[in-house]
Every structure is written in C-alpha cells, then in structure tokens.
C-alpha cells in the first residue's frame, strides 16, 4: 500500500494582537468546493493527532506529515503569554476543515484561513488534507515575522 504524506514546513514569527480566526461559510475563491462533502464522507472515530507547540518565534515540529484523506486533529498549543496566530492561505485552501475547537466552544469551519492561539491555550483544528503539498505557516502578529 503506498503511503500518501502531506508535508508542511513551518514558520513562525511573534508580537502584540493576534486579531481573530479568519472562517468561511462561504466559498472563498481558490478553497475546495468539495470540503463539506469531504468532512461528511470522513471516519472521525479515530483522527491522526499532530501537536504544533508555537513558542520562541517558531512552530514546533518544524514540519509536519500529514496524510492524504486521512482526519486529522491538529492540536496548537500555545505555552507563552502573548497570542500567536497561524496563518496559512495555501494549506488551509488545501483541506476541508471540520471545525475549529477551543475554551470557547467549537465552531464549524469549511473553509478557513486563519486561527488565532490566545496566550497560554490549545486550539484544535480538525481537517481532512485533500492534496498533496509543501506549504508554509506564519504568524501574523505585528512583528513576530521578523523573529523567525
């Protein structure tokens, strides 16, 4: 069986407002117009799990492998006490996103391209990658680009 990876090199940068998450209920130009067939088809017993810590103007792991078509939780932790956001236009037009949870609640989400971490929280944004791709992350909180 031939084992389908998704391969996402991260980049972080750090700062002061992080803003808030960016959702779609409609679909955005350029986004999977399959993501809530795709959500609806998937098995969500038992997702992949992939943890990204944001800290130190970096996302950790640096990369990440996530399968084609396989559900995925992906949990962002943020340790620090400033709020991080992660921003990844071409990824998040790549994969058909369930919903995003957090203390507040959960939020479907088809289309997505942005989620903000606030200081010392976990987001959890689960999805299911439909293509094949390097793509990169950033925070866009006023100057932390510049850090990482």
């Known amino acids: 069986m031939r084992r389908c990876l ?6 972080l940068g ?7 998450d960016v959702i779609n209920t409609a679909l955005p130009p350029g986004y999977l117009s399959a993501a809530r067939e795709i959500v609806a088809a998937a098995d969500w017993s038992n997702p992949e799990t992939v943890t990204v810590t944001l800290a130190n103007y970096r996302f950790t792991p640096s990369e ?9 939780r992906l949990v962002l ?8 956001a992660v921003v990844a236009e071409q990824f998040f037009k790549e994969v058909a996103v369930r919903q995003v949870v957090g203390p507040a609640g959960t939020t ?18 689960w999805l299911v ?5 390097a793509f990169r992350f950033e925070c866009d909180v006023t100057g932390h680009s510049a850090f990482g």
């Open 6 to 11: 998704l391969v996402l090199p991260l980049v």
């Open 77 to 84: 932790v943020n340790p620090t006490t400033t709020d991080h």
């Open 129 to 133: 990658p439909a293509r094949y791709g």
């Open 14 to 20: 750090m700062a002061a407002c992080a803003g808030s």
């Open 108 to 125: 479907p989400a088809p289309w997505l391209s942005k989620v903000v971490v606030p200081a010392g929280q976990t987001r959890e944004v």
């Open 64 to 72: 990440l492998d996530l399968h084609r078509d396989r559900p995925t």
